[in-house]
């Protein structure tokens, strides 16, 4: 794999057009932009969200498993989780075995929010997406999970 750092004489002078960081940053700020004004029209906030996305496939998890899904610490998972359960979208169940740990489960109000924001998510990708074929729709994901697995390690 070839060395693409730049030359020594030329480390200092990294145009942000030609930094892969900082397009990524923007993008994603675009992207998070993009998807908010959508969701605030359903009432939803950018940062429940992500605990709504981690839930709707992982109905029941703890709230510990929720804050690592989603990359929070404790404090913001339980902000969040106070937010979900006042809106009526989730429910807090205490663990069967240990007492100290506590379930978030889906209310049937918090399943049927998918069903109307997942097609906003799905029209920001499209948008954004305008113009890419598919194979390069793919190749996009392809290539973004490969710097995060080498950032990563």
Do not use: C
Not at 21 to 39: C, D, K, P, S, V
């Amino acid at each position: 794999m070839p060395d693409t750092r730049p030359s020594p004489e030329r480390a200092g002078d990294l145009p942000l057009a030609e930094s892969l960081g900082y397009q990524i940053r923007t993008t994603h700020r675009l992207f998070q932009r993009a998807l908010q004004t959508e969701l605030e029209k359903a009432g939803v906030t950018l940062g429940t969200w992500y605990f709504l996305r981690v839930l709707w496939s992982e109905d029941g998890i703890t709230q510990s498993q929720l804050s690592q899904r989603v990359g929070t610490m404790e404090p913001t998972t339980l902000s969040a989780i106070r937010d979900m359960v006042r809106n009526g979208w989730v429910r807090r169940v205490p663990h069967a075995q240990d007492r100290r740990k506590i379930n978030i489960y889906m209310t049937d109000k918090g399943r049927a929010l998918r069903d109307q924001l997942l097609p906003v998510a799905y029209a920001v990708i499209a948008s954004a997406s305008t113009g890419l074929t598919d194979r390069e729709k793919t190749m996009l994901i392809s290539l973004l999970r490969a710097m995060q697995a080498n950032l990563q390690e």
